[in-house]
C-alpha cells in the first residue's frame, strides 16, 4: 500500500512540474511575436494613405469612386461629372492636388 501511493505522488509531482513547464514555454512564446510585429507595419499604412486621393482636385469636395478618369496610367476620382469634363480639359492645372501624381 505504501510503495503505491507513493509511486502516485511522483506521478502527481511529475505531471504538475511538466505543466508548469509547458505555461512557462507558453508565456515565452506569446511575449516573442509583440516586439517586431508592433512597429514594422505602421511604416507601410503611412506611405499607403499618403498616396491616395481623397478629394476632388477640381470643387475640393469628397469622390465618387464611380466617377473617374485615367490619367498617364493612374485614376483620378471626382465629386461629379462636370469636374470630370474641367479636369479632362485642362488635366495640368490640378496635378499639383492629386497625391497620386506628387511623387
Ligand atoms: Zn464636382
Known sequence: MNGKSKQFNL????????????????????????????????????????????????????????????YKGKKVYFCCAACKEKFEAEPEKYLAKLPQFKL
Request: charged residues 15%.
Open 11 to 70: 506521478v502527481l509531482l511529475l505531471a504538475t512540474v511538466s505543466l508548469v513547464w509547458l505555461v512557462v514555454v507558453g508565456g515565452c512564446k506569446k511575449s516573442e511575436p509583440e516586439g517586431p510585429t508592433v512597429t514594422v507595419p505602421k511604416v507601410d499604412t503611412v506611405t499607403a494613405v499618403a498616396g491616395e486621393q481623397t478629394m476632388c482636385p477640381v470643387m475640393g469636395g469628397a469622390i465618387d469612386k464611380n466617377i473617374f478618369v485615367e
